[in-house]
């Protein structure tokens, strides 16, 4: 079944002025480029459609992450839902954490909001945070990085 909407997803990026369709069904990402000058291992003749098939992890995400992991040796903190990243419990209030803390296994990172639940995210590991990935308010996906951390 999820062959044939694969099938008449590619038909309608052939036949429209769309570039590049990218979506998410039941935790499979499917990624239908026009243009294989962006897709991932394209083949060379521009009048195919190029297909990138990835369970839950993009691989190109995946290889950036690793790389950036690399340079500066933290870790990425992922999202165990989707929903509303919130960096503070109130508008009002100071952010759970900035960039250079120090926190401890269990402290709150962030709170992401799905379906009127707020749920806290708290830390699995003590460490420095190097980066916060996701700004105020924005929506997350599953797995996406919210921070990257250097363990200590």
Excluded: H
Excluded at 27 to 51: I, W
Excluded at 92 to 111: M, P, Q, R, S
Aim: hydrophobic content about 35%.
């Amino acid at each position: 079944m999820w062959k044939d909407k694969l099938k008449e997803i590619i038909y309608i990026l052939e036949n429209s002025n769309v570039n590049e369709i990218d979506l998410s069904f039941w935790g499979t990402r499917y990624r239908v480029v026009k243009n294989p000058g962006t897709a991932l291992n394209a083949p060379a003749n521009n009048n195919s459609v190029a297909l990138a098939l990835d369970q839950s992890k993009d691989n190109s995400e995946s290889v950036e992450t690793s790389l950036k992991s690399n340079e500066e040796n933290g870790e990425k903190i992922l999202s165990p839902m989707p929903g509303t990243f919130y960096a503070a419990p109130s508008p009002e209030a100071n952010a759970f954490v900035k960039e250079g803390d120090l926190v401890v296994e269990g402290d709150t990172l962030c709170i992401i909001e799905a379906m009127k639940i707020m749920n806290n995210i708290e830390a699995e590991q003590s460490g420095r945070i190097i980066k916060i990935l996701v700004e105020n308010g924005k929506s997350v996906e599953y797995n996406q990085p919210l921070f990257e951390i250097k363990p200590s």
